[in-house]
């Protein structure tokens, strides 16, 4: 059989722009997310464990991501009815509320125009897909699992904290970089920065490698 490929949005690409009924109302995805950072997240279905435990780990979350403003919306291609009492259930069961809008994708057509659906691990429920998406409305970073396996609350927020630091101080992170170490300096472009940089204070592996604390 001949394999069948999904068209996804890139990391640059502007974030596809879509109108959806979500349980806090309809939205207008550009609208919704202008001026602020955005994680959009897709969950395969309501009512289902893993799934609980991730939405339920954003929901506790909520303080952070407000904090590094950022909006959360979520999808599955579950009715609006599902959702509204999959939110009822998971709140009497443990009082935790998702107060970030959950998008009803019953026709799929969110999940396809962001690649959600992919026919080699399911062609009817979305994959555990997460967009960092910049106040400017671009894809930043992706992330995809499969079904079977849940996201890692601390890397999405440790990503999160990446980017933007990235985007303020004009630097890059290295490997498991966490909040509070050093980061990366651009490489020079010419021998002059090359010479500033070796009489600089900042941490010289060599001279297109070094890093710095930030302020």
Known sequence: ??????????IGDQAPDFEAMTTTGKIKFS??????????????????????????????EKEFFASHDTKLIGLSIDSIHSHIAWVNNVRKNTGVLFEFPIIADIDMSVSKLYGMLQPGESETAAVRAVFFI???????????????VGRNMEEIK???IALQTADKYKVAMPLNWTPGEKVIVPPPKTVAEMQEREASDYEMVDFY??????P
């Open 134 to 148: 910049d106040p400017t409305g671009k894809i930043r970073l992706m992330m995809y699992y499969p079904l079977n």
């Open 31 to 60: 609208e919704y997310i202008k001026g602020s950072w955005t994680i959009l997240f897709s969950h395969p279905a309501d009512f289902t464990p893993v799934c609980t435990t991730e939405m339920s780990g954003f929901a506790l």
């Open 158 to 160: 440790r990503a999160l």
């Open 1 to 10: 059989m001949e394999a069948q490929f999904t068209i996804m949005p890139r």
């Open 209 to 214: 490698l070094a890093k710095k604390d930030l």
